[in-house]
């Protein structure tokens, strides 16, 4: 038999509260809630089989008054095992209902973020977007250099067709640094759904990733690439993605 009393109750809660921190540990009490109202709900159906036969021995032997004795303690137990097997069943309904407002407000999340002038993507994002943002964080702080990036991939500074080569490569999304016309044969034609690549053959390029742009246009000149969380025209560019993304 399971004992139990009310500060084992707020045990429990307390215990259900701090594991519901992730989705990944709310699906683990909602699993362990649901095994222990299954044991209760046994446990009770056991109580009451124990019930009924003490009931009918009362009743054929009523001189033996221990019958009637056991019948009510079998009668309790029932009584504290379905009581238990509601807590739990409650329980699993409360973890699911959490479990289900969590994901809505992860889904209401921005993919990526700006923290402190780097980009910060959410862990749902695939491992190459996140590379991608890795990368784009290293620019941060190298300047505008014309032709910089092209001979080596790392340098001192980088223009706009170095810097998109730049997260791309290290992201395994690119095998070599191409200039902004060789970026018009890039990839797969339209926008991506996480990277987008923003190409006008031989004046300018630049990518988005998630919808926040790197740029090396937009701030002061010689600035170098930046994340740019202003808007910009897009006449005359047409969007390519890698495959996939």
Not at 226 to 239: Q, Y
Request: a positive charge; one cysteine or more; hydrophobic letters at 35%.
């Amino acid at each position: 038999m399971y004992r139990h009393g009310r500060k084992s109750i707020t045990c429990h809660i307390i215990f259900a509260a701090l594991v519901l921190d992730t989705t990944g540990t709310s699906q683990v009490v909602s699993t362990g809630a649901a095994r222990h109202a299954w044991q209760h709900a046994s446990e009770a159906g056991r109580a009451a089989q124990w019930v009924a036969y003490h009931t009918q021995q009362a009743r054929w032997q009523p001189h033996r008054s221990e019958f009637a004795a056991l019948a009510w303690q079998w009668k309790a137990y029932e009584t504290q095992q379905k009581q238990w097997a509601s807590y739990y069943q409650q329980m699993g309904h409360q973890t699911e209902a959490m479990t289900t407002m969590s994901k809505a407000a992860v889904a209401r999340l921005p993919p990526i973020t700006m923290r402190g002038g780097c980009a910060y993507g959410l862990r749902t994002l695939p491992s190459a977007v996140h590379r991608v943002i890795d990368a784009a964080n290293v620019l941060q702080t190298k300047p505008y250099l014309l032709g910089g990036g092209h001979q080596s991939i790392e340098d001192v500074g980088y223009d706009c067709s170095s810097a998109t080569s730049y997260v791309l490569i290290k992201a395994g999304l690119l095998n070599e640094v191409l200039n902004s016309s060789r970026f018009g044969d890039y990839g797969e034609a339209g926008p991506g759904r996480y990277v987008t690549i923003w190409v006008k053959p031989g004046h300018h390029v630049f990518v988005t990733i998630c919808g926040l742009r790197l740029d090396t246009s937009g701030g002061r000149v010689g600035e170098g690439p930046r994340w740019r969380t202003t808007a910009r025209s897009l006449s005359g560019f047409t969007p390519r993605h890698p495959p996939g993304l």
